[in-house]
């Protein structure tokens, strides 16, 4: 039984549509499997790092929402080790800033799974649905298989890197992440502020304008935007 | 009725045995625990006198990782099986290998033979350890009958030859798993620290993320270490990003 699941959800990774990077083809295995509209890959580390590794068309906006406002599921997935299922984001009132946010952006449900090797998360893949209702028997259980093979993916293309350097793959979309840490940098320095202090105003920033926080670094980094000392 | 109970405590106490491993598989794994109580068992549930584990190491030498008697005439019996014995033919084939009668075998295994008699045991029985084609090791049992153990003993004993084949392995995976987590972790990490680092030069400096990097990295070069450390520093201010240069 369990290995009739492997080799579905792998015959789903190979035959989905992507182009080439592995990690978009488990993102469209995953939306494939479990009937959703879009999915994501995280990676995190420690409570302010993470890298978004691949998103589906029109995902990387919620997917970053959450790392924006430093709430949702897939957070709370990454910190408790267990998978968080959210059929219909009107009905909680959890994350009162991501789930308003999420549903303004389309999203009704939600379907957050860890990435987890034994007591070791490496980050989510999160699902998102247009429609609210659950995730059926077989589409969960495919989902949790696909977040196994997932890890095991993301460990096999790390464990081939030298150590200290992310493989290319997972960090493919520069321009995605990289901005808010340069941004955070520039601005614990322009505030006389910590790191952390500098990327909670960079936050505060982007949810009080209602912007991305990839688009309000991408400003600072072009210098288009200054952070004021009471903003 | 006598011999009903006795066969229904012997199921009950397997079954017990079976989710006490299981439970160990799943929670904070302990290797050496987890084959002693293995072996243990073995010797409380099927018809045998002792009980060892051997492992093969990464050279492939059979190590003792857990015997039910510690005495040191036993140890050796498991020990010198590295030469010759049930064991490493099991090991080497990866099927069971048996002695009703180690008397019989001394042609087979002039040594081991001779130590088993002299330690008393008069008939032995190694299972393999493996999983699908790869074997792992060998779970011996010695007896001091003679004679081969029972269909459902050697079932049984396979069955637990199995569970701990499965843990092991599980273990290894983890331990492995566990250690590209942390170098992705690391990974991860280091890069992040170096993009702060990029904005902290290239704000002090007045520059851009390309300079600031080219910076960065000329100076990792010059003193022989790693961008991420350099970087650590320059975010604590230890190093001075404005004296920093691109050559």
């Known amino acids: ?231 | 009725m006598i011999e009903q109970t006795a066969s229904t405590t012997r199921e009950q106490r397997l079954a017990q045995t079976f989710v006490e491993l299981a439970d160990t598989l799943v929670d904070d794994f302990d290797v050496v625990d987890f084959l002693h109580t293995l072996v243990e068992r073995c010797v409380e549930l099927l018809d045998v006198s002792e009980a060892g584990l051997l492992l093969a190491d990464s050279s492939g030498a059979l190590q003792v990782m857990a015997a039910s008697n510690e005495r040191a005439h036993v140890l050796e019996l498991f020990q010198l099986q590295n030469e010759e014995g049930p064991c490493l033919d099991c090991y080497n084939d990866g099927e069971p290998v048996y002695s009703e009668n180690i008397a019989d075998d001394t042609g087979r295994w002039p040594s081991f033979a001779a130590a088993a008699m002299e330690a008393g045991f008069q008939s032995v029985q190694a299972l393999p350890m493996r999983l699908r084609s790869e074997v792992f090791g060998a779970l011996n049992l010695f007896s001091t009958g003679l004679g081969r153990v029972t269909d459902q003993d050697e079932s049984t004993g396979q069955a637990l030859a199995d569970v701990a084949t499965i843990g092991l392995v599980q273990e290894r995976l983890l331990s492995e798993a566990e250690a590209t987590t942390h170098q992705l972790q690391g990974a991860l990490n280091s890069r992040v620290v170096v993009e702060q680092a990029k904005g902290v030069i290239a704000e002090q400096s007045t520059v851009d993320m390309d300079e600031a990097f080219a910076r960065l990295r000329s100076y990792a070069r010059n003193h022989n270490r790693r961008l991420s450390e350099v970087a650590r520093e320059v975010i604590t201010g230890t190093i001075n990003a404005r004296a920093l240069t691109a050559d």
């Not at chain 1, 549509?17 to 999915?39: F, K, M, N, R, Y």
């Not at chain 1, 929402?65 to 408790?80: K, R, S, V």
């Not at chain 1, 081939?160 to 979309?173: D, I």
Request: aromatic share 4%.
């Open chain 1, 1 to 231: 039984m369990a290995r009739e699941r492997r080799q579905r959800v792998l015959s789903a990774i190979a035959n989905s549509d992507g182009t080439s990077p592995v990690t978009e083809h488990l993102c469209l295995a995953a939306v494939d499997l479990a009937g959703v509209t879009g999915a994501a890959i995280s990676l995190m580390s420690g409570a302010d790092t993470e890298a978004t590794v691949w998103a589906t068309d029109g995902i990387r906006n919620v997917e970053e929402l959450q790392y924006t406002l430093g709430e949702g599921p897939g957070i709370d997935a990454h910190h408790t080790g267990n998978s968080v299922l959210v059929p219909d984001l009107r009905q909680v009132t959890a994350w009162p800033a991501f789930a308003p946010s999420a549903m303004e952006a389309g999203v009704t449900a939600t379907f957050c799974f860890p990435l987890q090797i034994g007591a070791a998360g490496i980050g989510t893949i999160n699902l998102y649905r247009d429609e609210a209702g659950p995730l059926d028997r077989d589409q969960l259980a495919d989902s949790v298989m696909l977040a196994d093979v997932a890890t095991q993916v993301v460990l096999g293309l790390q464990a081939e890197s030298p150590p200290e350097e992310l493989h290319q793959l997972l960090s493919q979309r520069p321009d995605w992440h990289w901005p808010v840490h340069q941004a955070t940098g520039m601005v614990a320095v322009q505030l006389h502020v910590e790191l952390p202090e500098a990327l909670l105003r960079l936050r505060a920033h982007a949810y009080a304008n209602d912007r991305r926080l990839g688009d309000v670094a991408a400003d600072v980094v072009a210098r288009r935007l200054r952070l004021e000392a009471d903003a």
